[in-house]
């Protein structure tokens, strides 16, 4: 109604219970991130028989690039999926998912060789 009177239609506020879900699942994400941020400090400073020096400062880093890189996506996920409950859109879609199971994957096949391999 109001576009055919010219005037901008207002926008609606969403069920709050969508929002704070939303939320709730960034918090999620940002848990994960901080899981691996931890996991990195704790490999680097509580493990130093682990691994060479070399590997296990590389696994460290990786593991700390990780948990900030899942922050930031945490951040975009959370905005792009609040613009589109706002816009009455679809949600959107993410690959990150897939690239954190991967990767946690991959880390637990690594630190699996590490543990196995490593402490005999």
């Known amino acids: ?18 929002t704070l879900a939303n939320e709730r699942t960034f918090l999620a994400w940002i848990r ?3 899981a691996l941020l931890a996991g990195a400090v704790g490999l680097d400073q509580l493990t ?3 691994a060479p020096v070399p590997v296990r ?5 990786l593991l ?3 948990g900030a890189g899942l922050g930031w996506a ?3 996920r959370w905005v792009r999926v609040e613009r589109a409950m706002r816009a009455g859109g679809p949600l959107p879609a993410t690959r990150t ?3 954190l199971t991967v990767c946690v994957a991959v880390a637990a096949a690594v630190f699996s060789v590490l543990i196995v391999g490593w402490s005999r």
């Open 97 to 99: 998912m897939l690239v």
């Open 64 to 66: 700390a690039a990780g």
């Open 1 to 18: 109604m109001a576009q055919e009177s010219g005037e901008p239609e207002e926008p609606k506020e969403l069920d709050y219970r969508f």
């Open 32 to 34: 994960t991130a901080l």
């Open 74 to 76: 945490a951040y975009q």
């Open 57 to 61: 400062v590389t696994l460290s880093v």
């Open 48 to 50: 130093p028989d682990l």
